[in-house]
């Protein structure tokens, strides 16, 4: 029957409940034969309590001796239902209604998950037995307080009992109480259905209302029987009513039917993943009737059963049988012997052994929790039971449920020790659909199980599944945030002037795509790589424009855009990817883990994506763990390639440089500055290449004397005052003849780093060089074919080694640097002519052409480097201060010279040049950031500086205070403005320095002098003002107050700020200066050889090689580096060896640690408590046998002494006697 829905009008009144839920009353009026009186019906109820109709049947009552539910009950509208709330329990409502015990269990599960809004159970766990039991055991109260209640927590469980605040249903109610109360989570709840027959139920008679109680009042009240109260710490009752009062058996039908309904529902409302709802009785205690139960569920539904040994009745006495080994011929007569042992009383014996003939068939839906399994969870004992049940079958198929119900319980542990031990043949299809729940829900340790157990990852991971893995990222997550708001971007500009239409799976909800992944990943990443998943969403042009997106969606073919079984090259990267946009911290090493290559750029990439997504989490928490593990993928990869660096220097250099394929041809260095990685950039392998591009071709012990004396006299280059690599070189080209097989490091560091500063000019023209490529083995090399061809004189390649090489060119622009500030001064100070005629004069000329030179220099570097669009460029070189400071210092320079060409703004102009001068020379503090003493000290210095800014506001805050109050204290008639900040700004600022002028503040030496209070004369500045001395001593006051405050308290604060960040700034000062070491030498790295104002010939020269003959440097390789694919390949195999090394090397590091060792030493305990479990049950068995060989051979002797005493058999010999 459809339920109705909750939105109707029915629902509101709640009338539907009386229409759909009946109860049942007694029809007939049979004497219960224990009644003397003859005034109780067999039912229970008194004859007062029955219709007329069902008292004058006296025929019917003549004729029928025995009274049955199913024929002597009708069923009439439900009279009890709606909210209860216990008296004495808070405001907290329960659920209840009244049922007939042969109500359709569909309408009840629909009433109490659609109506009553109970979260439908993963699991249901059903407690049989222990009823009205008062003497309890101490263990079983604890299962059911701890275990099963925490168990239930965990596993999103629901827990069935009889509801009554007597035996099982009421230690139940007390664990959910106490658990209720230690939490405060709501997605914790533990649900507790009561299933309660009405006729056991205390005060019933307040539950009553036709129309629906909201709330009912129910007073709770302990009671010996035969009635009991409800507890309240369930969440809804469900009052079983079979016609009967003060007795059992009536609910037992319903919950029967009831737990095999719920066992054909699905988990998560059916959604993808879910499975059918397992069902778990749990046996306690219990009469003989109950067999009949576990029958039924055993043979017919094949529900699992639990039974808690220890506890007493039929749970102790099925324990046995199933723990025991019996002989089958032998199984009948041991079970009725302990039957009549156990129930003497009871009459029908040979049918309840039938029962247990047949219940220890299904042996695997029995499982026994004994004392000795004390030290496992609760939960564990519950899936094994499951898992267990499924034994039975060897098919594949049988165990799906029980393996994603343990990944929904995220047992790992479990499913690797009873579903995957090796007598499974589990197929990589079979594991596909848990692996999606797995990774959904950041289960790691499940998806390491199913990769280690055959699930391959390359043909699981589908584009179509990784968008469904997109699509399943939590609503609060920052990434669902990201994908929404770009998903709407997205569909607005398809539906603009297309209102009609939508491309496929832009209208059903809020699916994700790899197109508005591909968006987020370059909001993150930037301009640093290829966007990801173009070549998917994109057919040429097609989505590139938010313009014309909806328009090259339509011209792209449908085969083209169904990619999503499409399988993905990469899919580790690609889950890799995903989990860092979730900040799945275990995840995400996991997979960085088992990519093959790419170790070192993966960990760097995620570094800048974390910390680029900590910028704009709203949320402080989530926010610091994404810093937190950008902080482990840093330190992933300077471990990396720390160890690769070890192995190999020139290997661990091109592992720097080289263009990454997974990342959009960005390198390693170029990620690590994004990524603000500055330990990266700390490691001594990083260093050591930075070095060796820095010094060139030149040895880089060469002294800076050896330099400057070069510098400035060329020709001792040609001498052995400096020495070249080039003996070196000659060598590593023979040393590449040999060896050609390998990515050797001169196949490509070597001959475009260590030879790279000779110009390609010594190569073929490029065009020819294609053609001949051709037909070249892989394994030649142009350039270093170029270096033994080259025709170039020893004069040009010293004159290129020397002058190329970056720190000649950080030399040389310093020495002119300092030519440059000296002419700037002498012309401020001694050869600043007037305006036009009379000036410029010739030197000032030359000064102007020199800023040029700069200007030229600033535009080249904006504009003409690297291969982005013209705004990013400028964008990009607008981030950098100091390009900022060139930039100021230049736009004054040409405002100076614009206003000194004039008489009305001549001064101004040289005002202007002054503060010029100015800026150009703290540009100096950027060049000697070099140096490995200062470079250091100005990072302190600059953290310092915002000290300084706090501390002036302090002051600020503190002398305009004082500077206002003596103002008006002592001159309130000089309204002069300019004194006024005078007085108020300056003088007070000089006082801290101890200029204080008391002639001026105090009346005690303030002279007789001719002064004025007159406002106009004080304008004609003919007298000074007149000092106010009413309150004199309150300036004294002040002033001592200010001086107290400023110099002892303000200045000590700021020289503690400064310590503070002294000692703070100065561990990482290095690593700061290391970092900033890097921007400094790409920058000279990239400058042309001559310095201003020289720089312009280079740029000349640049200009025709470059755009004219069409010339590449090879320069620009020292830090992008291309590789062949198959020199690519053995690099990236090279980098994940090294990786593995490390990975072994941190896990023998860890096996070594002393928590592990107390890890392994706990499993090795357990190990032995199992051991011990194993061993006290053989021992059992073998006392058992003992019994029995005794027995045996009192037979035997017993057998003997009768033969020997008889004249049946005679014998030659005597018996044998038994030896000791």
């Not at 049979?30 to 309590?49: A, F, N, T, V």
């Not at 263990?139 to 007597?166: F, P, Y």
């Not at 005052?721 to 590593?732: G, Y």
Request: contains cysteine; neutral net charge.
């Amino acid at each position: 029957m459809e339920p109705v829905r909750t939105g109707s009008k029915k629902y509101k009144d709640q009338s539907w409940i009386s229409q759909l839920f009946k109860k049942k009353t007694c029809t007939t009026f049979l004497p219960d034969p224990d009644d003397k009186s003859g005034e109780q019906c067999q039912c229970g109820y008194s004859r007062s309590c029955h219709k007329s109709v069902a008292v004058e049947d006296n025929f019917g009552a003549a004729i029928i001796t025995k009274w049955y539910t199913s024929q002597h009950t009708t069923e009439e509208p439900t009279d009890a239902f709606g909210d209860v709330e216990f008296a004495g329990a808070g405001k907290k409502y329960r659920k209840f209604i009244r049922l007939s015990s042969e109500t359709n269990p569909e309408i009840v599960y629909h009433l109490i998950v659609s109506h009553w809004k109970i979260p439908p159970p993963n699991l249901v766990v059903s407690v049989i037995g222990g009823g009205v039991s008062s003497n309890m055991k101490t263990r079983v109260k604890d299962i059911l307080r701890k275990g099963l209640v925490k168990a239930a927590q965990s596993t999103g469980a629901w827990i069935i009992t009889e509801g009554l605040r007597v035996g099982a249903g009421k230690h139940v109610g007390k664990a959910v109480r106490d658990h209720s109360t230690a939490t405060t989570s709501s997605t914790g709840k533990v649900i507790a259905l009561g299933v309660v027959p009405w006729g056991l139920v205390h005060n019933r008679e307040c539950l009553i209302n036709p129309k629906g109680s909201s709330p009912a009042k129910y007073s709770l009240t302990d009671v010996d029987g035969p009635t009991y109260s409800l507890d309240s710490n369930y969440s809804a009752f469900m009052l079983v009513d079979d016609g009967t009062n003060q007795k059992v058996g009536g609910e037992k039908y319903f919950r029967a039917r009831l737990e095999d309904f719920i066992s054909q529902q699905k988990t998560k409302g059916g959604a993808v993943g879910s499975i059918e709802i397992p069902v778990l009785c749990m046996l306690i205690e219990g009469e003989p009737s109950i067999l009949e139960r576990v029958y039924k569920a055993t043979e017919q539904k094949d529900i699992p059963w639990l039974i808690l040994a220890g506890s007493g009745g039929i749970a102790d006495f099925l324990s046995e049988l199933v723990q025991e080994s019996l002989d089958p011929e032998e199984v009948r007569a041991v079970v009725t012997e302990r039957l009549k042992k156990l129930f003497p009383n009871e009459e029908n014996i040979p049918h309840l052994t039938d029962l247990v003939e047949k219940i220890l068939k299904n042996k695997d839906l029995l499982t026994v929790y004994s004392d000795e399994d004390g030290q496992e969870e609760f939960d564990t004992v519950i899936l094994k039971s499951l898992v267990k049940a499924c034994k039975k079958s060897s098919n594949v198929a049988e165990y799906l449920d029980e393996l994603k119900l343990a990944v929904a319980w995220n047992r790992a542990d479990i499913a690797s020790s009873e579903l995957f031990k090796g007598d499974i043949q589990w197929k990589s299809s079979d594991l596909e659909d848990s692996m999606t729940d797995a990774l959904i829900g950041n289960k790691k340790d499940f998806v390491k199980l199913f990769v280690d157990n055959g699930l391959n990852i390359a043909e699981y991971l589908t584009y179509g599944r990784l968008e469904e893995l997109y699509s399943s990222v939590p609503e609060n997550s920052l990434l669902h945030l990201l994908l929404s708001k770009k998903h709407v971007e997205w569909k607005d500009s398809s539906m603009k002037g297309h209102e009609s239409t939508l491309p496929p799976g832009t209208s059903k909800g809020p699916t994700f795509r790899l197109y508005e992944v591909s968006k987020i990943l370059k909001y993150f990443m930037g301009d640093l790589s290829i966007p990801f998943y173009t070549h998917l969403t994109e057919n040429g042009k097609a989505y590139s424009t938010k313009k014309n997106s909806y328009h090259n969606y339509q011209m792209v073919k449908m085969d083209e855009v169904n990619y999503a079984t499409k399988h993905s090259p990469t899919p580790w990267i690609d889950l890799f990817i995903w989990a860092i946009l979730q900040n799945l911290g275990d995840m995400a090493i996991y997979f960085w883990e088992m990519q093959g290559s790419e170790s070192v750029a993966s960990a760097l990439a995620a570094c800048r994506i974390l910390k680029e997504m900590s910028r704009i989490e709203s949320e402080a928490e989530s926010s610091q763990a994404m810093k937190d593990l950008s902080i482990k993928f840093e330190q992933l990869a300077q471990d990396v390639f720390s160890e690769c660096y070890r192995n190999s220097e020139d290997k661990a250099f091109i592992l720097l440089v080289r263009h990454s394929v997974v990342w959009g041809k960005a390198t390693c260095l170029q990620l690590a500055t994004h990524a603000d990685a500055r330990n990266f950039f700390a490691l001594d392998g990083v260093q050591s290449l930075l070095t060796q591009i820095w010094w060139g071709e030149m040895d880089r012990t060469t002294e800076v004397w050896k330099l400057l004396l070069t510098f400035f006299c060329a020709p001792l280059m040609y001498t052995n005052l400096i020495k070249f690599k080039h003996a070196d070189k000659l060598e590593m080209v023979q040393n590449l003849e040999q060896d050609v097989g390998d990515v050797d490091p001169i196949l490509t560091m070597g001959s475009q780093m260590c030879l790279g500063n000779q110009d390609v000019d010594s190569n073929k023209e490029e065009g020819s060089n294609d053609v001949k490529k051709e037909n070249q083995p892989n394994n030649f090399n142009p350039e270093v074919a170029a270096i033994k061809e080259s025709p170039r004189p020893f004069v040009m390649v010293r004159w290129k080694q020397f002058w190329s090489a970056p720190v000649t060119s950080f030399l040389g622009n310093v020495i002119m640097y300092f030519a440059f500030l000296l002419l700037f001064a002498y012309i401020l100070l001694m050869d600043f002519k007037g305006p036009p005629p009379e000036g410029p004069s010739q030197a000032e000329f030359v000064l102007y052409f020199w800023v040029f030179t700069l200007v030229c220099e600033e535009i080249r570097q904006s504009f003409f480097i690297g291969k982005l669009p013209v705004a990013q460029k400028l964008k990009q070189y607008l981030l950098d201060v100091w390009n900022q400071c060139d930039m100021t210092a230049i736009l004054l320079f040409i405002i100076g010279l614009i206003c000194r060409m004039f008489k009305t703004s001549y001064d101004a102009g040289r005002v202007i040049f002054c503060i010029d001068y100015m800026v150009f020379t703290l540009r100096l503090i950027h060049i000697f950031a070099v140096n490995k003493q200062l470079g250091p000290k100005i990072i302190i210095v600059g953290k310092m500086m915002k000290d300084v800014f706090f501390f002036l506001f302090f002051l600020g805050v503190w002398l305009v205070a004082y500077g206002v109050a003596t103002q008006s204290l002592l001159y309130p008639s000089d309204g002069r403005l300019e004194w006024i900040f005078r007085r108020v700004l300056y003088r007070p600022y000089l006082q801290i320095f101890g200029q204080i002028h008391l002639d001026d503040i105090d009346a005690a030496r303030i002279g007789r002098r001719n002064c004025t209070n007159d406002p106009v004369e004080l304008i004609s500045g003919e007298l000074p003002p007149c000092a106010n001395i009413y309150a004199n001593w309150l300036v004294i006051l002040l002033l001592v107050i200010f001086l107290l405050v400023t110099n002892i308290l303000l200045l000590n604060l700021l020289i503690a700020m400064f310590s503070y960040t002294f000692s703070k700034v100065q561990g990482n000062s290095d690593i700061y200066w290391k970092f900033q070491r890097y921007n400094l030498i790409v920058e000279y790295h990239s400058r042309p050889a001559l310095a201003p104002p020289f720089i312009i010939l280079s740029h000349i020269h640049v200009f025709i090689k470059r755009n004219i003959r069409k010339k590449a440097s090879l320069k620009s390789k020292h830090f992008m580096l291309e590789l062949t694919e198959q020199q690519d390949s053995q690099l990236m195999t090279w980098e994940a060896v090294q990786k593995e090394n490390y990975l072994v090397q941190r896990d023998r590091l860890k096996r070594d640690s002393d928590r592990e060792r107390l890890k392994r030493t706990s499993q090795k305990v357990d190990g032995i408590l199992k051991n011990m479990t194993e061993i006290k049950e053989h021992d059992r068995r073998l006392k058992a046998l003992e019994a029995e060989l005794d027995k045996c051979t009192d037979a035997l002797t017993w057998l003997m002494e009768s033969m020997a005493n008889s004249d049946l058999i005679k014998s030659s010999r005597p018996p044998p006697n038994i030896k000791d």
